[in-house]
């Protein structure tokens, strides 16, 4: 039982890193339709964002992920008014830009960062495990876990119970019909963009104690966060916890009985199967784009 109890508590663990790097890129896909392979460099910025403010500002973790948080989404909301904004309905455009604004942030970071690997100091009062029901469980991973679950609350509010969630939602169904309504669709997008990097630049601040700091770290993680949106289906927020947390707990499993190698070719494997016979994923909601 302590066994089994273990290997739930580190499927909960890697869930919540997946849902963490996975919720932004969720809501800018489901909203706004773009394919953003930037979305793991907006990552790597809250990592070094963390870095830079804890090794020459002498900032603490904590206050630096809030920090984090507004510092990417600024960066998100520029590139959308730049850039972005000018390529919807053109996906391909729209990926191959967003796969050349990583290329651009990787470079700049290596110009002015250097390309080796840095190194986050995790807080003292996290590096002890706490003892809990019978387990030893990492205190830091137990903040990952309740930052996750505070973030998933407040995107909840955020959509569902707030004046610009009726907004956003109503572009997500029909956005010439929500532009007749008077809705700034262009606000709209911006706003969702900025959020969407805003979490991404706080997921890498959460993970950079866990891994070290380098300019392509972000790419791993977001093929992972591909996998849970596309397992979740792209418009559907519950969709997106639920494929982080089933996804989570197989990774977990598979590694336990196997090792790490094989448990990424597993999964790889079985998402390729669902898209084969469920390519709209597994909760998709049945919305209309207009």
Same mark, same amino acid.
């Given at each position: 039982m302590t066994d089994l109890a273990n290997q739930i508590i580190t499927g909960l663990s890697i869930a919540s890193i997946?849902?963490?790097?996975?919720?932004g890129l969720a809501i800018i896909y489901g909203v706004m339709g773009v394919i953003n392979l930037a979305h793991g460099d907006?990552?790597?910025?809250?990592?070094y964002a963390v870095w830079l403010m804890e090794s020459a500002l002498g900032l603490?973790?904590?206050?630096?992920?809030?920090?984090?948080f507004f510092i990417v989404g600024a960066i998100g909301w +520029?590139?959308?008014?730049?850039?972005?904004?000018?390529?919807?309905?053109?996906?391909?455009? @729209?990926?191959?830009? @967003?796969?050349?604004?990583?290329? !651009?942030?990787?470079?700049? !970071?290596?110009?002015?960062?250097?390309?080796?690997?840095?190194?986050v100091k995790m807080p003292d009062y996290l590096v002890n495990p706490l003892h809990l029901l019978g387990l030893d469980i990492s205190a830091y991973r137990l903040l990952i876990f309740?930052?996750?679950?505070?973030?998933?609350?407040?995107?909840?509010?955020?959509?569902f119970h707030t004046s610009f969630g009726i907004r956003l939602r109503a572009?997500?169904?029909?956005?010439?019909?929500?532009?007749?309504?008077?809705i700034n669709n262009a606000r709209i997008y911006s706003?969702?963009?900025?959020?969407?990097?805003?979490?991404?630049?706080?997921?890498?601040? +959460?993970?950079?104690? +866990?891994?070290?700091?380098?300019?392509?770290?972000?790419?791993?993680?977001?093929?992972?966060?591909?996998?849970?949106?596309?397992s979740g289906g792209v418009q559907s927020l519950f969709g997106t916890v639920a494929s982080a947390g089933i996804i989570g707990e197989l990774s977990g499993g598979f590694a336990y009985f196997w090792n790490d190698t094989l448990a990424r070719a597993l999964l790889f494997f079985l998402v390729v199967v669902l898209i084969r016979f469920r390519p709209q994923g597994i909760f998709a909601m049945p919305l209309r784009r207009g």
């Open positions: 997946l849902l963490l790097v996975s919720l907006f990552l790597m910025l809250g990592a603490g973790f904590l206050p630096c992920l809030v920090m984090v +520029l590139v959308e008014r730049t850039l972005i904004r000018h390529l919807y309905g053109r996906p391909l455009d @729209t990926i191959l830009a @967003t796969w050349g604004i990583g290329i !651009i942030l990787q470079q700049a !970071i290596r110009l002015s960062a250097g390309a080796q690997l840095r190194y309740s930052v996750t679950i505070v973030l998933v609350a407040v995107t909840y509010i955020l959509i572009v997500m169904q029909n956005a010439e019909i929500a532009r007749c309504f008077g706003l969702t963009f900025a959020y969407g990097a805003g979490l991404a630049g706080l997921a890498g601040a +959460l993970v950079s104690p +866990l891994k070290s700091v380098s300019p392509d770290m972000g790419t791993n993680y977001v093929v992972d966060a591909f996998l849970v949106v596309v």
